[in-house]
T-cell receptor, first 114, second 113 residues
């Protein structure tokens, strides 16, 4: 009963490559998110999906493309990786409600671009 | 958009003492304020949250206070223990912003035995 899981846990790759990170939640939540945590530990929203529909798209380079095949999965594909993309990427999910609901985070994917 | 500032950035306390972390937010429409604890190499985990319709909430050694007028909220940890050592993040959110969490910069808390 992992709740929110991500694969891979670690990702080391060369500049210019394309890579994907996968996220799955078994909580029955309707909304999923991607956050980026940089080297200074600052956490920032990137995207959110509600029932497979894109809700939030922050000012993220279009090299980043989220995809939600169903409401339990939210993947992140990154094209032409750059050094500055090195960070920890966290997936999160929350139930749908009339008010803001608690977000539960996955374990993170540590991406290192060389 | 929302901006959340968090202070201090680091906090060192003696075991048994109290720790207080303060956050201010800019968007008066924000109405949900969670606090997350992140241990080294781990995911952020919710420790307590407060909504704008209450001024204070307590859960054992942890309490959060909210001053809507001044747009600031604080985390209080009493009787600190070494396992309280971690990075703590405050955040603000509102439904109209798609529930996105805007985080403060984090506070690294070290509890010295």
């Amino acid at each position: 009963d992992t709740a929110v899981s991500q694969t891979p846990k670690y990702l080391v790759t060369q500049m210019g490559n394309d890579k994907s990170i996968k996220c799955e939640q078994n909580l029955g939540h309707d909304t999923m998110y991607w956050y980026k945590q940089d080297s200074k530990k600052f956490l920032k929203i990137m995207f959110s999906y509600n029932n497979k529909e894109l809700i939030i798209n922050e000012t993220v380079p279009n090299r980043f493309s989220p995809k939600s095949p169903d409401k339990a999965h939210l993947n992140l594909h990154i094209n032409s990786l750059e050094l500055g993309d090195s960070a920890v990427y966290f997936c999160a999910s929350s139930p749908e409600g009339l008010a803001v609901e608690t977000q539960y985070f996955g374990p993170g994917t540590r991406l290192l671009v060389l | 958009g929302e901006n959340v500032e968090q202070h201090p950035s680091t906090l060192s306390v003696q075991e048994g003492d109290s720790a207080v972390i303060k956050c201010t937010y800019s968007d008066s429409a924000s109405n949900y304020f969670p606090w997350y604890k992140q241990e080294l190499g781990k995911r952020p985990q919710l420790i307590i949250d407060i909504r704008s319709n209450v001024g204070e909430k307590k859960d054992q050694r942890i309490a959060v206070t909210l001053n809507k007028t001044a747009k600031h909220f604080s985390l209080h940890i009493t009787e600190t223990q070494p396992e309280d050592s971690a990075v703590y993040f405050c955040a603000a959110s509102k439904k109209a912003a798609g529930n996105k969490l805007t985080f403060g910069g984090g506070t690294r808390v070290l509890v010295k035995p």
